[in-house]
């Protein structure tokens, strides 16, 4: 146990620091960075930087280039040393992370371009071995590294060691695991371009530093982060391997802190405040514990997994056991858009106005049905008007032989319908030329991507209509910074917003569906929520706003705990078969979803998989048992 921490830190075995958000935890490490540069150069003495790649040290660098620009904050004397680098790409290449580095900071310093040191991946294999000796050499020549920044893979990763890396492993080539390259993938625009090798320095080359941070931001590292903090050291998981270091800390926000004891399970570490959604939580976990539905629970079982105070406060079993039942009993609805003319004191949604007018944001087209096809067909039958907005042309997730195909087939067209004039034919002619043109590491031209979004939107048509809604209540927004953008490295822009905002104000809706919180805060839900809620800041004065509520579903990244759900749409049999048949109309998507548990590599499955096993966990709580539900939570905005 690290000495230095509370009852509840107990089971975590480095300093762990939980931070309201990503930013905030960011400005601290910058203003610490800051520190540390200014104490060194007013002694003349360098500062040796060891710096990471990703999505999660971006607005640390962010904060670095501000700290410079406004705050006089000189690298002249800093000298860096980047972790790693792809094998075989060259540094021109927009994902190499030579390039990444001097986009993302080093080309807004001061910094001398001979101080940067960036692992050299373009050397022939033959001569990687002596490349890596001589950066370590380098390493040292400096003085050794000062201050390592790491991000962490969901491998367990640190820099690129993946599990089985030794805990005196030094800078050397390694082969990239399966998991890592799949979620490098939309980076690269698909696995097979992901390169199969990359260049690291080592664990023990890490372990040199003076001090070290790693960041980790968004539940998708909840789990690792948890582990690597508090499960014994081993190269299974290589960041466990910081746990021997004298000045490490990891800095994480709430949602990559989800899966610490502390956080998770409070009641087994220390004293809790028993609010009511702590002792939902609680109970629900208990009975997934103990495997007995809620109502079977006895004052045993409580004491014994360290929830005694629980009862004192608000026992005996029996009625607590009913009051957390009833509560979750209450957010099973058949009526997603409130049951017209009924008593809604207990229900989730008001009876009151019917019908509402309801607007269902989707990410990127596929988002809406794999989240809520169920509780979309209900909606529209139970006469609500509802409008779905997708925020963005999804064109980036589109294979090119998927436009190939497109492009063929208006060619095809063409040379069948000689009798007609097809203006279409031109725009796939010059598509097909563009496609043919393309290497496997370049972007699409606009010409591609607007016909990968034109694909999308058939397909989101069809899914709609498969769904039993209107293609008419589609709206397509093409917000602009997802057309300007890559993966990862989205800007918003006014735009972005401004597009809600008309949007809103044109429907007034009573109901918003949104997927909320993301597991990664950088993937382009993410990105589509943090757009939502500017609009909705924007809009915060409307008469419209008093009668809105916001409902979040969920991607099939993320799991539902039950006693995190607000309301619960079960669905039948036959309906859980119609809306796999909605998402079979994201053909282009086949194949492209990240897989999330053993096997389930279609978004269908993973859809399915998640709504059973929701009904699963209900059953299991003692409630009633339904073939599928669909989950969502209420945001308080
Ligand atoms: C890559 C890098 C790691 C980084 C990890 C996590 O594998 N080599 O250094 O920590 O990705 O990436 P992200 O920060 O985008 O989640």
Redesign the pocket.
């Known amino acids: 146990m690290n000495p230095s921490t509370s009852e509840s830190q107990q089971r975590e075995r480095l300093k762990t620091v939980v931070h309201a958000s990503a930013d905030a935890a960011s400005a601290l490490v910058a203003a610490d960075i800051a520190a540390l540069i200014r104490q060194n150069t007013a002694a003349g003495r360098p500062t040796v930087l060891g710096l990471?790649?990703?999505?999660?040290p971006v607005r640390l660098y962010r904060e670095l280039i501000r700290l410079h620009r406004e705050e006089k904050l000189s690298f002249k004397k800093v000298i860096t040393f980047n972790?790693?680098e792809y094998h075989g790409l060259p540094r021109t290449h927009p994902e190499s992370y030579w390039r990444f580095m001097h986009e993302q900071l080093f080309n807004h310093l001061d910094l001398p371009a001979a101080s940067i040191n960036v692992p050299d991946g373009t050397v022939p294999r033959a001569d990687v071995f002596a490349s890596c000796r001589v950066y370590e050499e380098k390493i040292r020549a400096a003085g050794g590294l000062d201050l390592q920044v790491?991000?962490?893979?969901r491998t367990g990763?640190?820099?690129?060691n993946e599990p089985g890396s030794g805990r005196d492993s030094r800078t050397r080539l390694v082969t990239l695991d399966a998991l890592?390259r799949r979620d490098a993938a939309r980076d690269f625009l698909g696995e097979a371009n992901v390169p199969r090798h990359a260049i690291t320095m080592g664990v023990g080359t890490i372990l040199d530093a003076k001090r070290i941070v790693l960041l980790a931001w968004g539940e998708a590292k909840a789990r690792v982060v948890a582990d690597a903090v508090e499960q014994p050291p081993s190269d299974a998981l290589p960041a466990s391997f910081l746990q021997g270091h004298a000045a490490v800390a990891f800095h994480v926000d709430q949602a990559a802190a989800g899966e610490l004891t502390r956080v998770r399970d409070p009641w087994l570490v220390g004293t809790v405040t028993w609010t009511p959604a702590v002792a939902r939580r609680a109970v629900v976990w208990l009975s997934q514990q103990v495997k007995k539905p809620v109502l079977k629970l006895l004052e045993e079982d409580y004491s014994e997994h360290g929830m005694a105070d629980l009862l004192t406060e608000q026992g005996p079993a029996y009625g607590l056991n009913i009051r957390i039942f009833n509560e979750i009993q209450h957010t099973i609805t058949g009526w997603p858009g409130g049951k017209p003319g009924a008593d809604d004191t207990h229900r989730p949604e008001r009876a009151a106005p019917h019908p509402k007018r309801v607007v269902v944001f989707s990410p990127e087209p596929s988002d809406d049905v794999l989240g809520m096809g169920g509780t979309l067909r209900r909606l529209v039958d139970q006469g609500h008007n509802v409008t779905v907005a997708y925020q963005t042309s999804g064109n980036l997730g589109v294979p090119d032989e998927e436009a190939t195909m497109a492009a063929e087939l208006v060619l095809e067209l063409d040379r069948a319908s000689a009798a007609f004039e097809n203006p279409g034919a031109k725009f796939a002619r010059e598509v097909r030329r563009q496609l043919g043109a393309k290497s496997a590491f370049d972007g699409d031209t606009p010409e591609i991507r607007q016909l990968k979004g034109i694909l999308r939107r058939g397909e989101a048509r069809a899914s709609l209509q498969a769904c039993g809604v209107d293609a008419a209540r589609a709206r397509f927004l093409d917000l602009p910074f997802y057309e300007r953008g890559r993966y990862?490295q989205f800007q918003i822009g006014d735009a972005d917003v401004a597009a809600l905002v008309t949007l809103l104000r044109e429907v007034k809706p009573h109901q918003i569906f949104a997927t909320g919180r993301a597991a990664d805060p950088?993937s382009v839900p993410a990105v589509c929520f943090e757009i939502l809620r500017r609009a909705l800041t924007q809009t915060s004065g409307d008469p419209w706003r008093a009668a809105c509520r916001l409902w979040l579903y969920r991607g099939p990244d993320r799991n539902w705990a039950p006693a995190e759900i607000e309301m619960a749409v079960p669905f039948s049999p036959r309906e859980l078969t119609q809306k796999i048949q909605a998402i079979y109309h994201h053909k282009s998507q086949r194949s492209q979803s990240p897989v999330f548990a053993a096997g389930l590599h279609e978004a269908w499955q993973q859809a399915e998989h998640h709504n059973r096993a929701i009904a699963l966990s209900y059953d299991a709580l003692g409630l009633a048992e339904y073939e599928a539900i669909e989950a969502f939570e209420r945001d308080p905005a």
């Open positions: 990471a790649t990703g999505s999660t972790l790693d790491l991000g962490i893979g990763h640190i820099g690129f890592t990862r950088s």
